[in-house]
DNA sequence: ACCCCGATCGTA
DNA sequence: ACGATCGGGGTT
């Protein structure tokens, strides 16, 4: 069952958490979450909404559950989903997910598996995931363990524990 | 127009 | 621990 809107629109914490174990469908692969970040609001230092809208920000200021895949190192791309409401700037980072029928496939990074999914800016950003056919997240009722701790990466806002590795279990599968 | 640095990755 | 790599966001 297709993860929608109401998924999406609540506390950026969280939809963050409880992404751990969905399943990710992009095109003809299918991965399960297995690490993510939240960046909620203006109010986080390492959120890039931080200094307020821009071009680069503005699909998180919009609809929940829509893309924000965007360019980092001239060389990587990183994706995110869009939450809470529509005009609070939020969203999760998906940095690690484990391939459904490679499981031993590992695509832990964000810039990894973006590049490994084929996820670049130009065609992924502002899609609406709730109704694209392209990605979409999926609920399979999988119970994942998971630690907390700092986000990888920043300067600032280390002190919250907004990073999320969960420890998933595929061998019912 | 342009400068600077990053929500990274791979190797040491 | 650190260097490669470079597009483009944010500011001038």
Not at 119 to 126: A, E, Q
Not at 130 to 146: H, N, Q, W
Request: charged share 25%; aromatic share 10%; glycine share 10%.
């Amino acid at each position: 069952m297709r993860l929608g809107e109401d998924f999406f629109v609540r506390d950026t914490v969280t939809v963050a958490r409880e992404l751990l174990g969905k399943r990710m469908v992009c095109g003809d692969r299918q991965v399960v979450i297995t690490e993510t970040e939240a960046y909620v609001g203006e109010g986080d230092p390492a959120c890039h909404a931080a200094r307020g809208r821009t071009p680069r920000t503005e699909v998180m200021f919009g609809k929940p559950g829509v893309l924000y895949v965007y360019f980092i190192y001239g060389m990587y791309f990183c994706m995110n989903v869009v939450t809470e409401q529509e005009g609070f700037p939020a969203a999760v980072l998906i940095r690690g997910v484990v391939d459904l029928d490679r499981p031993e496939e590992k695509l832990d990074g964000p810039g990894k598996l973006c590049r490994s999914l084929g996820i670049t800016k130009d065609i992924y950003n502002g899609l609406d995931s709730t109704v694209s056919p392209a990605l979409y997240f999926e609920d399979m009722s999988l119970v994942v363990p998971y630690e907390a701790t700092p986000r990888i990466g920043i300067k600032q806002g280390t002190e919250r524990l907004w990073r999320f590795v969960g420890d998933v279990d595929l061998t019912s599968f």
